[in-house]
């Protein structure tokens, strides 16, 4: 019953309910031993940071999960709320959820599966095996998302709109359902969605279990168009779900046993106004005179900035950067690649692995290559967001090549804080292609020898041809700018 959710009297229900794995704060240990906020990490943080802007978004609840030993303790000790000192004024409830079921839902299922699925990652003769031990994971990706439910339905206030985010989270939405009825609920992919037979790789049960949690909700929003299709699409394979779709042919909404779960598209763009400004900050000028002395005068720069994520496609783009040296041995010397490769999901294995490897590869470059006055590969691993604003003024050629990618917000920055104009090597497989593709250099990212062609190309393209494209995607990039991105969604529910 809805009444057993009704929260106390001495907290306020909130209108708007926000969930997501991750919040705006993560807590460290201090010198002293106490513990200290931060701003959480995470393009998603980015994305929702723009809560409570809006005054009438003021009473706004942010659900998340305590990620550590010191976010764990600041949730006990915080008690149902965090203290607004520590999280930049929004209202934040923080879930301690018991460590393991946590490791076994966020590392074994949503890293490790659903992540995998939805960016076509699986080497398929070999993975994956779903046997006993996925199933006890299974089991605590469950107990996660009930976590959860739990939390939003006592969050939230009579008739709230609640926000629900990404791939982590997939069954809240019927969850919710099921404990408060009378909520909007809405559930954003900030992944791409696989298409059906990729997707039906999944135990039939647990694929129909996610499509079920999804439908659940008033509305699923996706970054763009293709990962709206390929998510109606399972749902008319799997579930036997009717699509409904609009006078232009786009699926519009999906029917499936007495309810009706309308699609929408909302590509997150970049946040012009704050990058332009943090970009030119004095920690961002110390840096760019650090990288132009690394590349040395009259060179070119290709960037890329990534973390070593599986999908991100370092190695391949790396393999790409050595092809360009050997076909076209005039760049040598000419041109440097500064490559940020920030550790990503390092107590998975193969993360560690594909880490080790991206640094092989780097080194194998610079041997192969490298001359007394000149490096090829700049690789740097430490996450510094100033020295990636840096890279991104100074870069002749952005380099963006993901295997797959629900968007990929750095292709839309780079253009954003360019100082002289940046040509875009982009993948096709990026969502972000959908609304750049126009004024970049689209590749196959499996194609190593096409984006050396491309880098070249890049390399060639007139100074002035650069800077007005440059213009051109800053403009698209920043059409939907974060806080419009999360206040649309709020109105379409």
């Given at each position: ?232 699409a399972c749902c008319a394979d799997v579930l036997g779900a009717e699509v409904v779709r609009d006078g232009e042919g786009r699926a519009a909404e999906v029917r499936f046993e007495g309810r009706v779960t309308r699609l929408g598209v909302h590509g ?11 970009a030119h900050r004095a920690d961002v000028e110390e840096r760019m005179a650090a990288l132009r002395a690394q590349i040395g005068p009259d060179r070119r720069a290709i960037v890329r900035v990534d973390r070593t994520e599986l999908s991100k496609n ?50 194998e470059i610079n041997s192969a290559f490298g001359t007394e006055g000149w490096e090829p590969v700049a690789l740097h691993v430490k996450d510094d967001f100033a020295r990636s604003l840096a890279a991104y003024r100074l870069a002749d050629v952005a ?95």
């Amino acid at each position: 019953m809805v009444a057993e959710h009704v929260p106390t009297a001495s907290i306020a229900a909130a209108p708007i309910v926000v969930a997501s794995n991750r919040g705006p704060v993560s807590y460290r240990r201090g010198a002293d031993g106490s513990l200290v906020a931060g701003r959480g990490g995470g393009g998603l943080v980015s994305g929702l940071s723009s809560i409570g802007r809006d005054p009438k978004e003021a009473a706004a609840v942010w659900v998340c999960a305590a990620l550590g030993a010191e976010d764990r303790e600041a949730a006990r000790t915080a008690g149902r709320r965090l203290d607004p000192g520590d999280t930049g004024g929004h209202r934040v409830r923080m879930l301690d959820i018991p460590p393991g079921t946590f490791a076994a839902a966020y590392n074994d299922i949503a890293n490790s599966v659903l992540w995998f699925v939805h960016h076509m990652l699986y080497q398929t003769p070999l993975e994956p095996v779903f046997d006993k031990a996925f199933r006890e994971q299974w089991a605590a990706y469950e107990a996660y998302n009930a976590a959860f439910a739990d939390a939003v339905a006592e969050e939230a206030a009579e008739g709230a709109a609640v926000l629900v985010q990404d791939y982590h989270l997939a069954l809240v939405p019927g969850l919710l359902r099921a404990r408060r009825p009378d909520l909007r609920v809405g559930h954003f992919s900030h992944t791409p969605w696989a298409p059906p037979d990729y997707f039906r790789m999944l135990p039939d049960d647990v694929s129909g279990q996610l499509l079920r949690g999804v439908l659940g909700g008033d509305r699923a929003g996706f970054l763009t168009l293709r990962w709206a299709e390929a998510f109606a699409a399972c749902c008319a394979d799997v579930l036997g779900a009717e699509v409904v779709r609009d006078g232009e042919g786009r699926a519009a909404e999906v029917r499936f046993e007495g309810r009706v779960t309308r699609l929408g598209v909302h590509g997150l763009g970049a946040d012009g106004d704050f990058l332009r400004e943090r970009a030119h900050r004095a920690d961002v000028e110390e840096r760019m005179a650090a990288l132009r002395a690394q590349i040395g005068p009259d060179r070119r720069a290709i960037v890329r900035v990534d973390r070593t994520e599986l999908s991100k496609n370092i190695v391949r783009g790396l393999h790409a950067y050595r092809r360009l040296l050997e076909e076209h041995p005039q760049w040598r010397g000419r041109v440097v690649h500064i490559a940020f490769a920030y550790p990503s999901r390092q107590d998975l294995p193969v993360y560690r692995d594909y880490t080790a490897e991206v640094e092989r590869v780097a080194r194998e470059i610079n041997s192969a290559f490298g001359t007394e006055g000149w490096e090829p590969v700049a690789l740097h691993v430490k996450d510094d967001f100033a020295r990636s604003l840096a890279a991104y003024r100074l870069a002749d050629v952005a380099l963006v090549n993901p295997i797959r990618d629900g968007m990929n917000l750095v292709a839309k920055e780079v253009p954003v804080v360019s100082d002289h104009g940046c040509a875009l090597v982009l993948s096709r497989e990026a969502g972000a292609a959908a609304e750049l593709g126009d004024e970049a250099i689209l590749v196959n990212p499996y194609d190593v020898e096409a984006t050396a062609r491309a880098l070249h190309l890049a390399l060639l393209m007139d100074p002035g041809e650069r800077a007005e494209r440059t213009k051109r995607l800053a403009s698209a990039a920043t059409a939907l700018p974060p806080a419009r991105w999360f206040t649309d969604q709020l109105r379409a529910l």
